[in-house]
């Protein structure tokens, strides 16, 4: 069982910059992969950015290419995720996720565990 505490959500204003942790108990969280997911009031869960179980491999939405940075210390047992040029559009409860395996995959069914999610509101 791994469980994830994601935190550093908060308010800020558009063009400005956050970064997200998520902090994961357990000694298997070195062998998952993980991903940042989010969801906006009256829209799906949408994949923001996966990193593979070593960082060696990450994926982005299109909408957060080149403004957000996910990156994983094993030795902390925590993932990270730095938004930069943030827009009102990005404003949503941002979730952590872990999947029993060592590649990300942009599909929230293949992740096994979640986080409570923490809120990020950008304003204009």
């Known amino acids: 069982q791994v469980q994830l505490v994601e935190s550093g959500g908060g308010l800020v204003q558009a063009g400005g910059s956050l970064r997200l942790s998520c902090a994961a108990s357990?000694?298997?969280?070195?062998?998952?992969?993980m991903g940042w997911f989010r969801q906006a009031p009256g829209k799906e869960r949408e994949l923001v950015a996966a990193i593979s179980w070593g960082g060696g491999r990450t994926n982005y939405a299109d909408s957060v290419k080149g403004r957000f940075t996910i990156s994983r210390d094993n030795a902390k047992n925590t993932l990270y995720l730095q938004m930069s040029s943030l827009k009102p559009e990005d404003t949503a409860v941002y979730y952590c996720?872990?999947?029993?395996?060592?590649?990300?995959?942009?599909?929230?069914?293949?992740?096994?565990?979640w986080g409570q999610g923490t809120q990020v509101t950008v304003s204009s």
């Open positions: 357990g000694r298997t969280f070195s062998t998952y992969a």
């Open positions: 996720a872990a999947r029993r395996n060592a590649m990300p995959s942009p599909m929230d069914s293949d992740y096994n565990y």
